[in-house]
T-cell receptor
Framework: DGGITQSPKYLFRKEGQNVTLSCEQNLNHDAMYWYRQDPGQGLRLIYYSQIVNDFQKGDIAEGYSVSREKKESFPLTVTSAQKNPTAFYLC?????????????FGDGTRLSIL | GENVEQHPSTLSVQEGDSAVIKCTYSDSASNYFPWYKQELGKRPQLIIDIRSNVGEKKDQRIAVTLNKTAKHFSLHITETQPEDSAVYFCAAPGSDYKLSFGAGTTVTVRA
Protein backbone atom coordinates (compact mmCIF):
# COMPACT_ATOMS: atom_id res chain seq x y z
CA ASP A 1 0.00 0.00 0.00
CA GLY A 2 2.28 2.76 -1.22
CA GLY A 3 -0.34 5.37 -0.32
CA ILE A 4 0.36 5.22 3.43
CA THR A 5 3.70 6.44 4.69
CA GLN A 6 4.91 5.99 8.25
CA SER A 7 8.05 7.55 9.63
CA PRO A 8 10.48 6.97 11.08
CA LYS A 9 10.96 3.25 10.55
CA TYR A 10 12.85 2.93 13.84
CA LEU A 11 12.55 5.20 16.88
CA PHE A 12 14.16 5.22 20.28
CA ARG A 13 12.70 6.88 23.34
CA LYS A 14 14.45 8.02 26.48
CA GLU A 15 12.85 7.93 29.91
CA GLY A 16 10.39 10.77 30.40
CA GLN A 17 10.39 11.69 26.74
CA ASN A 18 7.43 12.12 24.42
CA VAL A 19 7.90 10.92 20.86
CA THR A 20 5.70 11.41 17.81
CA LEU A 21 5.15 8.89 15.05
CA SER A 22 4.11 10.21 11.66
CA CYS A 23 1.43 8.76 9.39
CA GLU A 24 0.52 10.31 6.04
CA GLN A 25 -1.84 8.96 3.38
CA ASN A 26 -2.59 10.13 -0.14
CA LEU A 27 -5.52 7.78 -0.72
CA ASN A 28 -8.12 10.43 0.13
CA HIS A 29 -9.38 8.15 2.89
CA ASP A 30 -11.63 9.59 5.56
CA ALA A 31 -10.75 7.16 8.33
CA MET A 32 -7.37 6.54 9.91
CA TYR A 33 -6.24 4.22 12.68
CA TRP A 34 -3.32 3.48 14.97
CA TYR A 35 -2.56 -0.04 16.16
CA ARG A 36 0.02 -1.47 18.48
CA GLN A 37 1.50 -4.90 17.81
CA ASP A 38 3.54 -6.74 20.43
CA PRO A 39 5.71 -9.75 19.49
CA GLY A 40 3.64 -12.79 18.67
CA GLN A 41 0.37 -10.96 19.22
CA GLY A 42 -2.40 -9.44 17.20
CA LEU A 43 -3.21 -5.81 16.54
CA ARG A 44 -4.70 -3.68 19.28
CA LEU A 45 -6.43 -0.41 18.45
CA ILE A 46 -5.01 2.71 20.10
CA TYR A 47 -6.98 5.54 18.46
CA TYR A 48 -9.02 6.06 15.35
CA SER A 49 -10.40 8.99 13.44
CA GLN A 50 -13.41 8.96 11.16
CA ILE A 51 -13.08 12.52 9.94
CA VAL A 52 -10.87 15.57 10.25
CA ASN A 53 -10.80 17.20 13.69
CA ASP A 54 -12.42 14.17 15.29
CA PHE A 55 -10.92 11.06 16.88
CA GLN A 56 -11.93 8.35 19.30
CA LYS A 57 -10.11 6.21 21.84
CA GLY A 58 -9.53 2.60 20.99
CA ASP A 59 -8.93 -0.27 23.37
CA ILE A 60 -5.52 0.84 24.69
CA ALA A 61 -5.46 4.65 24.46
CA GLU A 62 -3.83 5.33 27.84
CA GLY A 63 -0.41 6.95 27.44
CA TYR A 64 -1.04 7.98 23.83
CA SER A 65 -2.43 11.05 22.11
CA VAL A 66 -3.36 11.91 18.52
CA SER A 67 -4.48 14.79 16.37
CA ARG A 68 -6.29 14.98 13.03
CA GLU A 69 -5.87 18.50 11.72
CA LYS A 70 -5.60 17.39 8.10
CA LYS A 71 -7.31 14.58 6.23
CA GLU A 72 -4.06 13.07 5.09
CA SER A 73 -2.22 13.15 8.44
CA PHE A 74 -2.78 11.33 11.74
CA PRO A 75 0.28 11.62 14.02
CA LEU A 76 0.55 9.54 17.18
CA THR A 77 2.37 10.79 20.27
CA VAL A 78 3.65 8.23 22.74
CA THR A 79 3.82 10.11 26.01
CA SER A 80 5.98 9.48 29.06
CA ALA A 81 2.85 8.11 30.73
CA GLN A 82 3.10 5.03 28.52
CA LYS A 83 5.37 2.88 30.66
CA ASN A 84 5.82 0.05 28.20
CA PRO A 85 6.07 1.68 24.78
CA THR A 86 8.30 -0.90 23.10
CA ALA A 87 6.24 -2.29 20.22
CA PHE A 88 5.60 -2.19 16.49
CA TYR A 89 3.17 0.62 15.64
CA LEU A 90 1.00 0.38 12.56
CA CYS A 91 -1.07 3.10 10.97
CA UNK A 92 -3.96 2.24 8.68
CA UNK A 93 -6.60 4.04 6.66
CA UNK A 94 -9.90 3.19 5.03
CA UNK A 95 -12.40 4.99 2.84
CA UNK A 96 -14.72 5.15 5.82
CA UNK A 97 -15.71 3.32 8.96
CA UNK A 98 -18.89 1.94 7.53
CA UNK A 99 -19.33 -1.72 6.70
CA UNK A 100 -17.17 -3.36 4.08
CA UNK A 101 -14.36 -0.84 4.20
CA UNK A 102 -11.00 -2.59 4.02
CA UNK A 103 -8.15 -1.10 5.97
CA UNK A 104 -4.77 -0.60 4.35
CA PHE A 105 -1.60 -0.44 6.42
CA GLY A 106 1.64 1.48 6.41
CA ASP A 107 5.04 -0.17 6.87
CA GLY A 108 5.09 0.50 10.60
CA THR A 109 7.39 2.15 13.12
CA ARG A 110 9.36 0.08 15.58
CA LEU A 111 9.71 1.91 18.90
CA SER A 112 12.24 0.93 21.53
CA ILE A 113 13.34 2.33 24.88
CA LEU A 114 16.92 3.53 25.31
CA GLY B 1 -17.38 -4.79 21.32
CA GLU B 2 -16.52 -7.59 18.95
CA ASN B 3 -14.53 -10.57 20.25
CA VAL B 4 -12.61 -12.54 17.62
CA GLU B 5 -10.93 -15.84 18.41
CA GLN B 6 -8.51 -17.46 15.97
CA HIS B 7 -7.22 -21.04 15.84
CA PRO B 8 -4.71 -22.54 15.63
CA SER B 9 -1.99 -20.18 16.82
CA THR B 10 0.65 -22.08 14.83
CA LEU B 11 0.31 -24.33 11.81
CA SER B 12 3.02 -26.33 10.07
CA VAL B 13 2.21 -27.96 6.74
CA GLN B 14 4.12 -29.84 4.09
CA GLU B 15 4.52 -27.99 0.83
CA GLY B 16 1.63 -28.83 -1.44
CA ASP B 17 -0.75 -29.63 1.40
CA SER B 18 -3.67 -27.43 2.48
CA ALA B 19 -3.84 -25.07 5.44
CA VAL B 20 -7.03 -24.08 7.24
CA ILE B 21 -7.41 -21.32 9.82
CA LYS B 22 -10.66 -20.74 11.66
CA CYS B 23 -12.04 -17.67 13.40
CA THR B 24 -15.13 -17.16 15.50
CA TYR B 25 -16.78 -13.84 16.29
CA SER B 26 -19.33 -12.66 18.82
CA ASP B 27 -21.24 -9.77 17.25
CA SER B 28 -24.06 -11.07 15.08
CA ALA B 29 -24.25 -7.66 13.37
CA SER B 30 -20.81 -8.14 11.81
CA ASN B 31 -21.04 -8.48 8.04
CA TYR B 32 -17.52 -7.98 6.71
CA PHE B 33 -14.62 -10.35 7.35
CA PRO B 34 -11.13 -9.59 6.00
CA TRP B 35 -8.01 -11.74 6.18
CA TYR B 36 -4.53 -10.24 6.36
CA LYS B 37 -1.12 -11.77 5.72
CA GLN B 38 1.90 -10.36 7.53
CA GLU B 39 5.42 -11.39 6.64
CA LEU B 40 8.13 -10.93 9.24
CA GLY B 41 8.73 -7.24 9.98
CA LYS B 42 6.33 -6.06 7.29
CA ARG B 43 2.89 -4.54 7.09
CA PRO B 44 -0.27 -6.66 7.18
CA GLN B 45 -1.66 -6.99 3.66
CA LEU B 46 -5.26 -7.71 2.81
CA ILE B 47 -5.39 -11.00 0.92
CA ILE B 48 -9.10 -11.72 0.77
CA ASP B 49 -12.34 -10.58 2.35
CA ILE B 50 -15.92 -11.77 2.42
CA ARG B 51 -19.22 -10.08 3.01
CA SER B 52 -22.14 -11.67 4.76
CA ASN B 53 -24.28 -11.97 1.66
CA VAL B 54 -22.08 -14.81 0.36
CA GLY B 55 -20.94 -18.05 1.94
CA GLU B 56 -17.70 -18.57 0.07
CA LYS B 57 -15.20 -16.60 -1.96
CA LYS B 58 -12.16 -17.85 -3.89
CA ASP B 59 -9.08 -16.18 -5.28
CA GLN B 60 -6.71 -18.66 -6.90
CA ARG B 61 -5.30 -20.84 -4.10
CA ILE B 62 -7.06 -18.90 -1.34
CA ALA B 63 -10.66 -19.27 -0.26
CA VAL B 64 -12.72 -18.00 2.63
CA THR B 65 -15.93 -19.55 3.91
CA LEU B 66 -18.47 -17.92 6.19
CA ASN B 67 -21.10 -19.49 8.43
CA LYS B 68 -23.18 -16.65 9.86
CA THR B 69 -25.41 -18.96 11.87
CA ALA B 70 -22.47 -20.43 13.73
CA LYS B 71 -20.57 -17.12 13.64
CA HIS B 72 -17.37 -18.48 12.23
CA PHE B 73 -15.32 -18.00 9.10
CA SER B 74 -12.29 -19.84 7.78
CA LEU B 75 -9.33 -19.27 5.49
CA HIS B 76 -8.29 -22.13 3.22
CA ILE B 77 -4.96 -22.17 1.41
CA THR B 78 -4.52 -25.00 -1.09
CA GLU B 79 -1.32 -26.30 -2.67
CA THR B 80 0.78 -24.41 -0.14
CA GLN B 81 4.11 -22.95 -1.22
CA PRO B 82 7.07 -21.67 0.84
CA GLU B 83 6.02 -18.07 0.15
CA ASP B 84 2.77 -18.75 2.01
CA SER B 85 4.78 -18.86 5.25
CA ALA B 86 3.65 -15.84 7.28
CA VAL B 87 1.33 -14.77 10.07
CA TYR B 88 -2.33 -14.62 9.09
CA PHE B 89 -4.90 -12.48 10.89
CA CYS B 90 -8.65 -12.55 10.65
CA ALA B 91 -10.80 -9.58 11.61
CA ALA B 92 -14.42 -8.63 12.10
CA PRO B 93 -16.13 -5.30 12.73
CA GLY B 94 -18.26 -4.66 15.75
CA SER B 95 -21.40 -2.56 15.84
CA ASP B 96 -19.20 0.55 15.99
CA TYR B 97 -17.39 -0.47 12.74
CA LYS B 98 -13.99 -0.79 14.39
CA LEU B 99 -12.14 -3.89 13.27
CA SER B 100 -11.23 -6.43 15.94
CA PHE B 101 -8.36 -8.72 14.99
CA GLY B 102 -7.69 -12.30 15.93
CA ALA B 103 -4.41 -13.10 17.67
CA GLY B 104 -2.88 -14.47 14.49
CA THR B 105 -1.78 -17.84 13.09
CA THR B 106 1.85 -18.47 12.24
CA VAL B 107 1.92 -20.68 9.16
CA THR B 108 5.11 -22.51 8.27
CA VAL B 109 5.30 -24.37 4.97
CA ARG B 110 7.95 -27.12 5.05
CA ALA B 111 9.76 -27.80 1.80
Amino acid sequence: DGGITQSPKYLFRKEGQNVTLSCEQNLNHDAMYWYRQDPGQGLRLIYYSQIVNDFQKGDIAEGYSVSREKKESFPLTVTSAQKNPTAFYLCASSAGTGDNQPQHFGDGTRLSIL
Amino acid sequence: GENVEQHPSTLSVQEGDSAVIKCTYSDSASNYFPWYKQELGKRPQLIIDIRSNVGEKKDQRIAVTLNKTAKHFSLHITETQPEDSAVYFCAAPGSDYKLSFGAGTTVTVRA
